[in-house]
């Protein structure tokens, strides 16, 4: 079963708005990650958060974690047409190997 | 630098065939990780290999096999394909798979459609 669990699944803004994804793991973690994936492609790597940080930016991205409530939140400011993907958060615990959410889907309509 | 290849991009098999494919990872790279990807059951961990051993292995049937060879390029087989094989398969390299502080690079996957 996934470890992740992503919120919205789906997300349609226009170009210019921030969107906001959020994410919830069950297990205790050394690390989340997100990545974004474009029409069934490969994933990209954006970001990551290590369990003992609460805040991390890169660009026009901003990643939360709250590990008492075993949640994240990726923020994208100023949204593009081509900010259009899918977007998966992944988390790194004991086994040694990640473990990816359902992934939320963004559209950014010019 | 060279990103992560992978080989064949789309395939076409029948059901219970065997299938392999090939990822070759980034210059330097010791791990190689497998993953499944389908609408229904999302991003799967398959297996990791690192130095040509299996390093780490998800819940997958004993139809699902890899190996890695000394020049870390690595290949997964599926034997007796079954329709639900169907899936976009990805491989990631990583200098080392097993230690968080190593990004993993993701190559564009293969595409597998049984029919």
């Known amino acids: 079963s996934q470890q992740g669990e992503e919120d919205p699944q789906a997300l349609s803004i226009q170009e210019g708005e921030n969107a906001t994804m959020n994410c919830s793991y069950k297990t205790s973690i050394n690390n989340l990650q997100w990545y974004r994936q474009n029409s069934g492609r490969g994933l990209v790597h954006l970001i990551l958060?290590?369990?003992?940080?609460r805040e991390k930016h890169s660009g026009r991205l901003r990643v939360t974690l709250d590990t008492s409530k075993k949640s994240s939140s990726l923020l994208i400011t100023a949204s593009r047409a081509a900010d259009t993907a899918s977007y998966f958060c992944?988390?790194?615990?004991?086994?040694?190997?990640?473990?990816f959410g359902q992934g939320t889907t963004l559209q950014v309509k010019p | 630098k060279a990103g992560v290849t992978q080989t064949p991009r789309y395939l076409i098999k029948t059901r219970g065939q065997q299938v392999t494919l090939s990822c070759s990872p980034i210059s330097g790279h010791r791990s190689v990780s497998w993953y499944q990807q389908t609408p229904g059951q999302g991003l799967q961990f398959l297996f990791e290999y690192f130095s040509e051993t299996q390093r780490n292995k998800g819940n997958f049937p004993g139809r699902f096999s890899g190996r890695q060879f000394s020049n870390s390029r690595s290949e997964m087989n599926v034997s007796t394909l079954e329709l639900g094989d169907s899936a976009l398969y990805l491989c990631?390299?990583?200098?080392?798979?097993?230690?968080?502080?190593?990004?993993?690079?993701f190559g564009p996957g293969t595409r597998l459609t049984v029919t």
């Open positions: 990631a390299s990583s200098l080392d798979g097993a230690s968080d502080a190593y990004e993993q690079y």
């Open positions: 958060i290590r369990s003992n940080e």
């Open positions: 992944a988390t790194w615990g004991n086994t040694g190997k990640l473990i």
